[in-house]
């Protein structure tokens, strides 16, 4: 684990220090306090039990291991206390996302197969990943520490935005570490001997029904499509049934694990099939400009003309280029009842509105534009300030995602 191989001195040092100047930020424009170091530097359980219980999910049962190196007071051989000494902490330890994922445990929505699986793995290589039945029990995993990162889908090429995991990043307290972008490879799976003609029904996650909708239009599919959790749950689903009317949409990997035949391969309805997922942890990490950074904030406006072209323009002043903006009902406050003496009641529906922003929070710009945009709203909360994902790819490399 990235975290857990920091040397205990300086994370007593950290510790020690009190909050960074980019936690101040944070709590000043969220209004929050930020009570905990970098979770880089802090990842491991206060209790065994959380460990051992991702263990048991994992089908993991190796201990955990703690990095705590113990002092034998009375030894007083220079050799031997050289051993003892733990690295101090540098520069490069403080890279944004861990270079390896070594024993990271990330939780994610559904089962073996399924692509938030395969996000984890792209963001932290060699990670131990731990599949959560709903987003909320991964959003759990991490705030009780059976989990160091959550994976989260956020939105497809094809698909459009996935609306309720933009509502769960508000409910819940997380930040957003990271970002990943999947090149998402569809396959129409069904048990061994089933054809095509079999079929009644097709199932998948409601994303990647939405992503192969024309395609299996065009295979003569005019069948019913069911929406389950997960796409690799709906392969397990049909092979633990043994349902021969039924074929799943799901990653080839996913085919392997469950015994399932591929029917047709490559069936989303555009090759350059992209899904964007985003990393969470329970700290932020510390903004940084040496590298492309990207920020995602929440803002509910107050009443007044032009707030969200004023908020737009703060970031446009100071050639800041927005990635996307999303609206999202204000759950506390879903309409506001307008009166007007003359014409009567208007109902205006009100928004809370999701913007990522290509600057880091460590760049004065994105301060001074986020310091104008609190001027013209009622909340704001900075969801995250994270590397972006600049891998480059091609629709060709896309079955690596399956
Ligand atoms: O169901 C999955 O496998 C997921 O990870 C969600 C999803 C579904 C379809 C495309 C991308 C992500």
Not at 101 to 116: D, F, I, K, M, T
Not at 134 to 158: G, K, T, Y
């Amino acid at each position: 684990m990235f975290g857990a191989t920091q040397p205990a001195p300086a994370t007593a040092r950290m510790a020690r220090s009190g909050r960074s100047e980019w936690q101040s930020t944070c709590a000043i424009l969220t209004s929050k306090v930020v009570s905990q170091e970098q979770s880089e530097s802090l990842p491991i359980p206060p209790v065994s039990s959380g460990v051992d219980h991702v263990s048991a999910v994992n089908g993991n049962h190796s201990a955990a291991r703690m990095n705590l190196v113990p002092i034998e007071k009375s030894d007083s051989n220079p050799l031997v206390l050289q051993q003892h000494r733990q690295k101090p902490l540098s520069m490069s330890d403080l890279s944004p996302a861990p270079k390896h994922g070594s024993n990271l445990r990330v939780a994610y929505q559904g089962v073996p197969g399924a692509y938030s699986e395969a996000a984890a793995g792209k963001a932290y290589p060699n990670c131990q990943t731990v599949p959560c039945d709903q987003f909320e029990v991964a959003f759990q995993a991490v705030e009780l520490w059976i989990s160091d990162r959550a994976v989260l889908p956020v939105e497809n090429s094809l698909g459009g935005s996935i609306h309720r995991n933009y509502d769960l990043l508000l409910r819940h307290r997380l930040h957003i570490v990271g970002e990943v972008q999947l090149p998402v490879h569809h396959c129409l799976l069904a048990l061994p001997g089933v054809r095509k003609e079999f079929l009644t029904r097709v199932i998948s996650h409601p994303q990647g029904l939405a992503q192969c909708e024309r395609t299996l239009t065009k295979l003569g599919l005019n069948v019913a499509r069911e929406a389950v959790d997960d796409t690799a749950g709906a392969a397990e689903f049909i092979a633990a049934n043994n349902l021969r009317d039924t074929a799943a949409i799901a990653s080839a990997r996913a085919a392997e694990i469950y015994g399932l035949e591929i029917l047709e391969d490559g069936i989303q309805d555009d090759a350059s099939n992209v899904t964007r997922f985003v990393m969470l942890a329970r700290e932020p990490i510390i903004p940084r400009t040496d590298r492309p950074f990207k920020t995602s904030i929440v803002f509910a406006h107050d009443k007044g003309t032009s707030v969200l072209y004023k908020v737009l323009s703060a970031f446009a002043f100071r050639d800041i280029s927005l990635t996307k903006i999303e609206s999202r009902p204000n759950h506390n406050r879903p309409i506001r009842l307008v009166d007007d003496a003359n014409v009567g009641t208007a109902k205006h529906f009100e928004y809370m509105f999701y913007v990522d922003f290509e600057a880091s929070m460590a760049e004065t710009r994105a301060q001074n534009a986020l310091a104008e945009v609190q001027e013209f709203t009622s909340f704001l909360r900075v969801l995250g300030s994270y590397p972006m994902d600049m891998t480059p790819w091609s629709p060709s490399s896309s079955s690596s995602s399956s």
